[in-house]
């Protein structure tokens, strides 16, 4: 499960759920997204939130590891083996996916640098006739 506001993990005995009217429910992690819902504030807005993260890039968008937490409503017979199978599947899925991410802030922080150091030289050209040799 996942919250409705800022799509973090919904983990079981934790987080509450606000049904309307039409019976639409909406689950939330925590009080701070519950008290955002209900002032009407845009998650895409609210720096925290995984919206917001991913509309300025600072997220993966795109990659086939995300297909895999998609919720299938499909009910399975208990195999054994493929319960263990699921299970190491998902271990190796979640070390790849630390590894993408990481290699996606490290390229980001590349760019970053390239900038703010291009920026640096700007002002030091600009104010060459204070350097004193």
Same mark, same amino acid.
């Given at each position: 499960e996942k919250c $409705?506001?800022?799509?973090?993990?919904? $983990?079981?005995g934790h987080g509450m759920a606000f049904v309307r009217?039409?019976?639409?429910?909406?689950?939330?992690?925590r009080s701070k997204c519950h *008290?955002?819902?209900? @002032?009407?504030?845009?998650? *895409?807005?609210?720096?925290?939130?995984? @919206?917001?993260? !991913?509309q300025h890039g600072k997220e993966l968008l795109s990659d086939p590891v995300l297909d895999f937490e998609k919720k299938r409503n499909e009910p399975l017979v208990y195999n054994r083996n493929l319960t263990v199978a699921t299970i190491q599947a998902m271990k190796r899925i979640s070390a790849i996916r630390k590894? !993408?991410?990481? *290699?996606? $802030?490290t390229n980001r922080m590349k760019l970053a640098k390239k900038q703010q150091k291009g920026q640096l030289d700007q002002e030091l050209e600009r104010h060459v006739d204070r350097i004193e040799d």
């Open positions: $409705y506001f800022c799509s973090g993990p919904l $983990y079981p009217n039409d019976n639409t429910i909406f689950k939330f992690c *008290r955002h819902f209900k @002032a009407k504030h845009n998650p *895409r807005k609210v720096k925290w939130t995984k @919206a917001s993260r !991913r590894k !993408r991410e990481s *290699r996606f $802030y």
